[in-house]
């Protein structure tokens, strides 16, 4: 499946932002869908997952209770709502997929299909 990012862009401190990733070529109802964050000289994180029939969730303990991931069928997209925003989260976003899984995937090497990025700023 081929992924899509897009919805980044610079954000205050507390504010909101949500992400899109669409996909193509395949339906995304069939797959597991993940959002991961890097930052420049880092590693790429977890953030959020949602399994194929979004029955399972999983979310990074620093983002609990703000982000929310959630996926429309008729679209093939799937979101990332971001609230109360913090410099922290300040990073490139990705989505990933991964075909038929029945948990949530939070690692990256679970994954088989990745979106290009996007890039989100959150100033003080």
């Known amino acids: 499946v081929q992924l899509q990012a897009s919805g980044g862009g610079l954000v205050q401190a507390g504010g909101s932002l949500r992400l899109s990733c669409a996909a193509s070529?395949?339906?995304?109802?069939?797959?597991?869908m993940g959002w991961f964050r890097q930052t420049p000289g880092k590693e790429r994180t977890f953030v959020a997952a949602?399994?194929?029939?979004?029955?399972?969730?999983a979310y990074a303990d620093s983002v609990k209770g703000r982000f929310t991931i959630s996926r429309d069928a008729v679209k093939n997209t799937v979101y990332l709502q971001m609230n109360n925003l913090e410099p922290e989260d300040t990073a490139v976003y990705y989505c990933a997929g991964k075909q038929l899984f029945a948990r949530a995937l939070t690692a990256v090497p679970e994954y088989d299909d990745w979106g290009q990025g996007t890039q989100v700023t959150v100033s003080s």
């Open positions: 949602i399994n194929w029939s979004g029955a399972s969730t």
């Open positions: 070529g395949r339906t995304v109802s069939l797959y597991n």
